[in-house]
Antibody
Framework: EVQLVQSGAEVKKPGESLRISCEGSGYEFTHFWIGWVRQMPGKGLEWMGIIYPGDSDTRYSPSFQGQVTVSADKSIKTAYLQWNSLKASDTAMYYC????????????WGQGTLVTVSS | DIQMTQSPSSLSASVGDRVTITCRASQSINRYLNWYQQRPGKAPKLLIYTTSSLQSGVPSRFSGSGSGTYFTLTITSLQPEDFATYYCQQTYTSPWTFGQGTKVEI
């Protein structure tokens, strides 16, 4: 079965760093793009960035460029989303997604990781 | 960025109804338009890609059409499990952008 399994919910304080993960299984990890999508409480979907684990080609939405880092370790079939200094406004559900090609839809979704940032 | 606008934002319907949701792009996106369904508390699910291609496992009561800047998602004979929020998304130009969502309620 093709699936993306994300790390568990996190509660952090403003200014703290965080890295969440997304492990792919059931398919050739290096042959598909992995992206991240944010959903703030009660709101819609926002695409953040994407990486091709085969060669680490990474692209960001301008809205998130410089705010987060997308990376991947193909040896353990895992992608990451990282913050160096969290803000309260980063509180959201974060989904990882698989994308077969740059113009394809997101055909597999992780279960989501809820990040809560509060003092 | 390409703006995606869905209408309506919400609608009420009954089991068995035919429902159509529209999605307009702020500029031409060819046919690079996808539709997702999100049930409450769940991750979104890809329904239709490239305007009209049905994702594997998705019931045939879902269909999509359009091109350029105007697209539609149609659900024929609405079922109880179809009550959810639907999002369109363009993958023509980065950053990929979503519509604001259409909530289909009973």
């Amino acid at each position: 079965e093709v699936q993306l399994v994300q790390s568990g919910a996190e509660v952090k304080k403003p200014g703290e760093s965080l890295r969440i993960s997304c492990e792919g299984s059931g398919y050739e990890f290096t042959h598909f793009w992995i992206g991240w999508v944010r959903q703030m409480p009660g709101k819609g979907l926002e695409w953040m960035g994407i990486i091709y684990p085969g060669d680490s080609d990474t692209r960001y939405s301008p809205s998130f460029q410089g705010q987060v880092t997308v990376s991947a370790d193909k040896s353990i079939k895992t992608a990451y989303l990282q913050w160096n200094s969290l803000k309260a406004s980063d509180t959201a559900m974060y989904y990882c997604v698989r994308q077969p090609g740059p113009r394809d839809g997101f055909d597999v979704w992780g279960q989501g990781t809820l990040v809560t940032v509060s003092s | 960025d390409i703006q995606m606008t869905q209408s309506p934002s919400s609608l009420s319907a009954s089991v068995g109804d035919r429902v159509t949701i529209t999605c307009r792009a702020s500029q031409s996106i060819n046919r690079y338009l996808n539709w997702y369904q999100q049930r409450p508390g769940k991750a979104p699910k890809l329904l239709i890609y490239t305007t009209s291609s049905l994702q594997s496992g998705v019931p045939s009561r879902f269909s999509g059409s359009g091109s350029g800047t105007y697209f539609t998602l149609t659900i024929t004979s609405l079922q109880p499990e179809d009550f959810a929020t639907y999002y369109c998304q363009q993958t023509y130009t980065s950053p990929w952008t979503f519509g604001q969502g259409t909530k289909v309620e009973i």
